[in-house]
């Protein structure tokens, strides 16, 4: 099952830079997507989510951008600090009669000093 | 800010034996789900319960799973005759409504890390 995919699995960026995690998706029925952070030993956290009507959502120094007629979206991190060093995960939900998230990979973004 | 626990945080069981596991979704919340992650993998969605009956469920939820909600804040997983590739991450998560209504996300526990042995 690749509907959701996360095609790098490891990003490196220094403190104050930003950071662009991306995330592609194969099914158009989708209709709201999100991002989680993980720590080790700690579950999934809610950073950010975006509808599928919208194609920006800008919470703080976060921002979630959706390209629907390219089935893509990514998450900016400005500025980028050393907490931000977790494990992000996109997820989808295809709405409607289901509430189930599917989620792609995950990306480890290390944010050096 | 109010949180999702799941125990035990790690169990260990032999191959065959039931296991349950064990979690507490925010008070408020009526919808709540178990998700796996196997190491190496993606997290998987197994099932959802809404008004005291599972409104989905995957492939992977087999007969040999069930879910219960025992009292007015448990949420229980339980395995009847565990196998080996059943050793994962489980995360319990809830949230007050579906995710494409109302803006409202999944909260996800810190999981319970089963072993088969």
């Known amino acids: 099952d690749q509907q959701v995919k996360q095609n790098s699995p490891s990003l490196s960026v220094q403190e104050g830079r930003i950071s662009i995690l991306n995330c592609d998706y194969t099914n158009s029925m989708f209709d709201y997507f999100l991002w989680y952070k993980k720590y080790p030993a700690e579950g999934p956290t809610f950073l950010i989510s975006?509808?599928?009507?919208?194609d920006k959502n800008e919470d703080g120094r976060f921002t979630v951008f959706l390209n629907k007629s390219a089935k893509h979206l990514s998450l900016h991190i400005v500025p980028s600090q050393p907490g931000d060093s977790a494990v992000y995960f996109c997820?989808?939900?295809?709405?409607?009669?289901?509430?189930?998230?599917?989620f792609g990979t995950g990306t480890l973004l290390a944010v050096q000093p | 800010e109010p949180e999702v626990t799941q125990t035990p945080s790690h169990q260990v069981t032999q191959m065959g034996q039931e296991v349950i596991l064990r979690c507490v979704p925010i008070s408020n919340h009526l919808y709540f789900y178990w998700y796996r992650q196997i190491l190496g993998q993606k997290v998987e969605f197994l099932v959802s319960?809404?008004?005291?009956?599972?409104?989905?469920k995957s492939e992977i939820f087999d007969d040999q799973f069930s879910v219960e909600r025992p009292d007015g804040s448990n949420f229980t997983l339980k395995i009847r005759s565990t196998k080996l590739e059943d050793s994962a991450m489980y995360f319990c998560?809830?949230?007050?409504?579906?995710?494409?209504?109302?803006?409202?996300?999944?909260?996800f526990g810190d999981g319970t890390r089963l072993s088969i042995l």
């Open positions: 319960f809404y008004n005291n009956e599972i409104s989905e």
């Open positions: 975006i509808s599928s009507i919208k």
């Open positions: 997820a989808a939900t295809p709405g409607g009669a289901t509430n189930k998230l599917i």
């Open positions: 998560a809830s949230n007050i409504a579906p995710d494409s209504d109302s803006n409202q996300p999944q909260h």
